[in-house]
């Protein structure tokens, strides 16, 4: 019988987790790209949707932010930790629960090409938004090396899987027809930090459950998709994403 993505990442969330929690540097430079953007501000209420198992939390450190954690999938929300500043949420992200104008920023990193019904959550990010608040995105360009690497090498050897609907035009038609401005619509480009190849072949493998492949046949993939650089002594694997920043009107 067909996994739906909620079925799939309950198989997958262990997995995916145990990369974040081996490597947890690894992302920073995406995670920075997405605060760069996000400019979260002291006092701020923060949503994450979906947010895996509160990887945001982090990167906001001490500051006085508060985030508010939503996922809808239990594998990742029994990772989510709850501490003064962060809330965990499992719930439907065109159903959050929130108040209506209670958030100031909403973030979304790599989670919303596995949405069915994307204006319905764009609309139900437009309500719990406070008037003029922002919407930041980030996830993979339909056409991209990115697309490539997970719908055709990842779809090859994760037995799941991997069919995403990535960013193109239909994308921003939804989030205007929600009523958002889009003001920021870029690809950036950066990477994923190791020490070498053998960690961001391991790192891939739990991260995107390739439990067809061989730890060779991980290279391979990587070097004839996003590719890689080595150099002294680190193991960069390039990545890029398209980030795209929304303002509740
Ligand atoms: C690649 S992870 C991203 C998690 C986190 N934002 C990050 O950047 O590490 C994909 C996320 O999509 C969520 N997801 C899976 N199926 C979904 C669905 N049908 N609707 C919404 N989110 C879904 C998963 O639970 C997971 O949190």
Known sequence: MF?????IFNKR?????????????ARDEEFGAMLDLLKPEAGDTVADMPSGGGYMRRYFGSKDIKLIAIETTQAFYDQCV????????LRNLDDTGLETAS???VVSMAGLHHVEDRLTVFEEIYRILKPG????????????????FLDTFVNQHNSLGHEGRFIEDDFRQDLQSADFDITFDNTLQ??????NADQMVEYCTLMFGLDEASPKQVFDGISSWQGYTIYNGSCDM????????????
């Open 190 to 195: 950066y990477a994923w930090k190791f020490k």
């Open 82 to 89: 709850e501490d003064e500043q962060t809330q965990c949420l």
């Open 3 to 7: 996994d739906t993505y909620t079925d």
């Open 238 to 249: 390039h990545w890029k994403l398209r980030f795209l920043k929304c303002i509740k009107k």
């Open 13 to 25: 969330g262990v997995a995916y987790h145990e990369a974040m929690q081996r490597y947890p540097n």
């Open 103 to 105: 958030v100031d920023a």
């Open 133 to 148: 608040g922002r919407l930041c995105i980030a996830d993979v360009e339909k056409g991209s090396e990115i697309d490539g």
